[in-house]
């Protein structure tokens, strides 16, 4: 997709997008587009009552006096409330009507339309993110589509007389390919996306400027990371841990460590998984994917701090050497864990991950991202990802940059009552807990791998790692939740 920025004169193809705030006037880019069709515009408005109201769109088929073919008049809200978020949101309205039409290129004309939350070159590159970010399309596997079904659009066009639009769009051009690549990644089918592959994926960040290093299962086994391998030893594909660090503040600076879960396809093992929805499974490596995806954001912008991203990569298949419910296996940190249920399998592959992540970069903070548990849908919905902490300040901090990054987050309880929950008869912790509060019970059990001192938070991201229908700047399919956040965690907290 290319994008530009223009303080000329309207081009005269393609489609022509106009924003109004719902409590303002007409901006010069209206009043000029509505002169040139001899008052097309307002008419249209007034005959349909359009409120410009957050989201509505009002549509004028090839209006006469001009050559584009449409004109999208895109409801801003109020301008009171107008910020980042409802920028690129209105970016995604605007391109998500153009996506059905046959036009080449969009032109988001923002003359005169000014107010807010944010204003000038910063407004225009949301709405030009969150446009791009609406236009992505994950279809590389499709062989015979109708043409009328592809989209045609090619170029984003925002009209702006502001100076740093190109400027303040670089960053955010960079976040975007972080979010690509989650969403890539989580789209992918596990036959194609196994644990080699994505480390080999993995490797090719280092273009961008970081250091990855891959651990396969014989450096796992001499690391004793009991926990992890016990997950994968029923696949045919061999597990992998991958370190993906980015060191761009002084080496006196702490070290922030993202930590995903990694299953590229989760059977649930020998406790095998209903038939129904299983397919969903695809993207059980949500976490890793996010974390993936944040640490190319973050070197791709050359962020002044110092990351870390661990992912630990299995499959989770049912065969004659798969784990057994009642196993009993030793973690990298010499605890030992009876496995009760072999579809609890994500907190096994983190409890390494984790263990070896603080003994080798020493981090000051720590947070992982799984498609945990399915409890944590039952809670949130689709509408937040659950965070789990018991450092106030990093909850904080999480919540800030979750409001700051539309990445929603809401935290839940985590006490010694849950803790006390994940006791086992025969060993010194087991993987589950009772029938309820599973999605605490699972942050408890990870809690264990966390050494003292260590700031940590751990997010249940499995209602939001997937989307069942279409939003704002996000078409239905993977979401590429937790890039965003992540990004502003770091840029608000480190830099």
């Known amino acids: 997709m290319q994008i530009t920025f223009s303080s000329a004169a309207l081009p005269k193809t393609g489609a022509i997008v106009l924003p109004l705030f719902e409590d ?24 349909a009552s359009f409120s410009a109201k957050t989201g509505k769109v ?3 088929v090839s209006p006469g006096g001009l050559s584009n073919g449409y004109v999208f008049v895109v409801g801003a809200g109020a301008k009171k409330d107008f910020n980042s978020l409802a920028a690129q949101a209105l970016g995604g309205a605007g391109m998500a009507r153009v996506l059905a039409t046959k036009e080449k290129a969009v032109v988001f004309a923002l003359d005169g339309f000014a107010g807010g939350k944010i204003t000038g070159g910063a407004m225009a590159a949301e709405i030009a993110h969150g446009a791009r970010l609406r236009a992505y399309r994950f279809d590389k596997y499709r062989t015979k589509e109708e043409k009328d079904d592809k989209p045609t659009v ?7 007389p502001a100076k740093d639009a190109k400027s303040e769009f670089a960053s955010r051009e960079k976040l975007g390919d972080g979010v690509f690549l989650t969403r890539d990644l989580v789209s992918e089918p596990a036959n194609i996306l196994y644990p080699e592959e994505f480390a080999s994926r993995c ?16 450096e796992m086994t001499k690391l004793g990371m009991g926990s992890l391998l016990g997950v994968g030893q029923g696949s045919v594909r061999e597990s992998k841990l991958v370190a993906m660090e980015w060191m761009g503040a002084k080496k006196s600076d702490p070290t922030i460590a993202l930590v995903g879960k990694g299953v590229t396809f989760d059977t649930g093992g020998i406790s095998l998984k209903p038939p129904k929805g299983m397919e969903d499974m695809k993207w ?40 057994r419910p009642g196993d009993v296996v030793t973690s990298m940190s010499g605890q030992t864990i009876e496995v009760l249920n072999t579809d609890a399998e994500g907190r096994l592959v983190l409890a390494d991950a984790l263990w070896w992540t603080q003994e080798t970069y020493k981090p000051k903070t720590v947070i992982d991202l799984a498609t945990l548990t399915g409890a944590i849908i039952i809670s949130l919905a689709h509408e937040f990802g659950g965070m789990f902490t018991p450092d106030d300040k990093l909850a904080k901090q999480l919540n800030a940059a979750a409001e700051a990054s539309g990445d929603k987050l809401w935290r839940m309880p985590l006490t010694k009552a849950h803790d006390d929950m994940i006791k086992s008869d025969i060993a010194d912790m087991q993987n589950i807990g009772g029938p309820g509060a599973g999605s605490s019970t699972a942050a408890a059990f990870l809690g264990r791998f966390i050494k003292d001192g260590v700031a940590w938070a751990h997010l249940d991201i499995a209602g939001m790692a997937w989307n069942t229908k279409d939003k704002p700047v996000c078409p239905k399919g993977g979401a590429g939740f937790g890039v965003a956040l992540l990004d502003e965690f770091v840029r608000a907290n480190y830099e």
Request: avoid cysteine; hydrophobic fraction near 50%; charged fraction near 20%.
């Open 24 to 47: 303002g006037k007409a901006t010069a880019a209206f009043n000029a587009v509505d002169k040139a069709t001899d008052g097309a515009l307002s008419r249209a408005v007034k005959a």
């Open 58 to 60: 009002l549509e004028i």
């Open 154 to 160: 090619g170029k984003i066009v925002v009209n702006t």
């Open 203 to 218: 490797k090719k960040l280092a273009e961008l400027g970081l250091k990855v290093k891959v651990l396969g299962e014989a």
């Open 284 to 323: 059980d490596m949500g976490g890793a994917g996010a974390v993936t995806g944040a640490m190319a954001a973050l070197a791709g912008r050359k962020a002044k701090a110092n990351v870390v991203g661990v992912v630990g990569l299995v499959e989770n298949m049912p065969d004659g050497n798969a784990q």
